[in-house]
């Protein structure tokens, strides 16, 4: 056989038998991947999973700066994302093409990240045909055109603490303002109107804080889906993050308790400044100021004096209410969550000590709580705690020039230790049906007999002449955002005796069904049909005009039966209002005409929200129920609602507010929220702030005090004129809650 011709053979068999070798590990290879993805996906399957969003092409066609990073927390690579000034919102989808959000019941995104301070996760949801969208937060109000969610859920998450935001779709609705927590979840906002889930179209989630250049917050997101079963819990932490003083474990500070021995010492400081205390000697009793008497009248009373408003205490004296809330040791205030978020703590108190069990309670959510506070009190003092901490706090109220007891405080404390306070009455009226929100039906002959009830608490306390007065409720959550109440009733078709009242005004408005059915784009055979009507979208602006309008009938009934009632029981002391979260519309004002003051809680920066206004239009005088600041700098990874650089700033943040404010003409009580600092695991709600005058062991913020006391010192002659106001205005940073 020619020679060429086996070699050729030769060769082509070789290139056979690689060409077949190369396919059979292409086969191979091919097998192995189909293997690989198909454990990887039955790896990533969540329970009840009905939509997951694909985060790679998510992040791509994004804008935020991000990268795939091999996270030791989740075990796999996950999204690592850095936000930009004006540049943190991530779109999960524009239109919601083929998700099923009839179905699903949470949306749930899996979080970490290790910032030096708590960060916000905002999920909003834009509606497919924009709207007038309004996006509330406390204390101020933001309205867009078109291109504003229509309602957004706000969620905080703790430094180094794997989370799973679990947000219910069941709040689409928009009837809660404040979600129930879920475990390892911060605290929640809810805000904006209700929206149905086949109008969803857009849906993103925003990442804050993100401000240059010392907030600029990463965020690691390991997935984002939609369920239907609510998704299970993460595996135990190995590493406590909570100390047995209820401290944060994880960071260091300067006036960390380390020991049961440097905690004594620290109350022990306390005891001696307290125990010397007394008000300066032109304060009267109450901590009003002799040099400016009016008409002594046994108790407290507002005065116009010709320049401006004062309260009068019962001696006759000029007083200014300045005051602080939470003043007291409960699970409420000091206390936090601790059902779910055992794994936390590096030791908890034995329940069943008969001293260290009074630390346990059970909160609003039937969640059982735990109240570090106390624990440390009992630590130092044993059996005798409440007493101490009562003349302790007592005497540092006098030493820094205190002279309220503000809301949820102890208020037996404040009559042993006679001290002036307010009262926060409980149990506002309601019906049994809701038209909105808290709202209740206010035409149910139901809640004339309920506010009469409600109205006899103040039976114990109607001759005290420490009181100086009451509120009725806080922060109603109908008034979270400038909201149409009586457009918003007709969401269901639920009867309601207001809808009965509501359809006797048009039809005397109207004359007949005819007129209205006209004016309103509508075709009801007659006005009884109104009490089954619903409205997903204004069928006209007379129908929202009109809606407007009963809303202010609605406010009135809402706010007149109760004020009749309360003044029935008690005369003799002040009706001090409903601590509006802020002034969104203008029902808020329609209510003045009842209240013998004004009062707003007023998280302002730098000083106080505008009052002027509301006593232009109310002819009262103002309170500021709630203010404060806070910052990240010791112990706590939360501002609050206003935030400082630091301890020092927060002190200069104080002088400027209380200062500026006691300025005003209007103004005659300012109270700071908190006395202590909230748990670094969260309140009930998962509220974690740097707040309190106090920090959880009872050790006070000096640099805070001190300028609270110079500012109240100082407070009488500045209202008088006779001194100027401090003037500098701190380096604003962002809210981090």
Known sequence: MNKNLITNYKLRITNNLKNMKYQILTILCCVMLIHFSACQDSKTIFPGEVFRFDLQPIAKTGTITHEWVKSPEFGEKVLSFTVGEGNNELILTSNSEGIDWLTAKYFVCEVWHDNPYSTKLSLNFYRKTGDDSAVAVQGNETVSQESGPRISATFGFLPCLKTKMIFPLSYLDGQQTHPVRQPRQMTGFISGRRIDPADIGKVSIGISPSVSPDYLSRVQIASAYLTAEMPDPYEKLAVAMVDSFGQWAVRDWPGKIHSSEELKASMDKNEAIATSAA????????????????TPKGFFYTHHDGNRWWLVDPEGCAFISAGVTCITVSSSNSGGMLTGLEELFSWLPPEDDSLFGQVYQTGRTNMKMIDFLKSNLIRVYGAGWKQKWEETSAGLMRNWRLNTVANWSDLD?????????????????????????????VFDPVYRQEAELFAKQLEPTRDDPYLIGYFLVNEPKWAFGDNNVAFEMFATDTPSFAKKEMARWLQKKYGNIRAFNGAWNQNLAD???????????????????????????????YVETVCREVKKIDSNHLNLGMRYAWISSDLCYRAGAWFDVFSINGYGNPGPPETEEITCRSGKPVMIGEWHFGTVDRGLPSTGLQGAENQMARGEAYRYYFEQGVNRPELIGIHWFQWNDQPVFGRGDGENYNIGFLDICNQ??????????????RMYRIATGMEKPFSKIIRKVPTIT
């Open 700 to 713: 006070p913020y000096k640099e805070l005090t001190d300028q609270a006391k110079t500012s109240h010192e």
């Open 413 to 441: 404390m404040a009559r042993r230790q006679k001290m002036p306070y307010v009262l926060n009455m409980r149990g506002f009226p309601t019906t049994p049906v809701k038209l909105y929100r808290d709202f209740p039906d």
């Open 527 to 557: 006005f009884n049909a109104l009490e089954t009507l619903t409205m997903k979208d204004r069928p006209s602006d007379a129908a929202w005009n009109d809606c407007s309008e009963f809303s202010e009938l609605m406010v009135d009934q």
């Open 279 to 294: 008000y300066p000697d032109d304060w009267s009793e109450y901590g009003g100021w002799k040099q400016l008497r009016f």
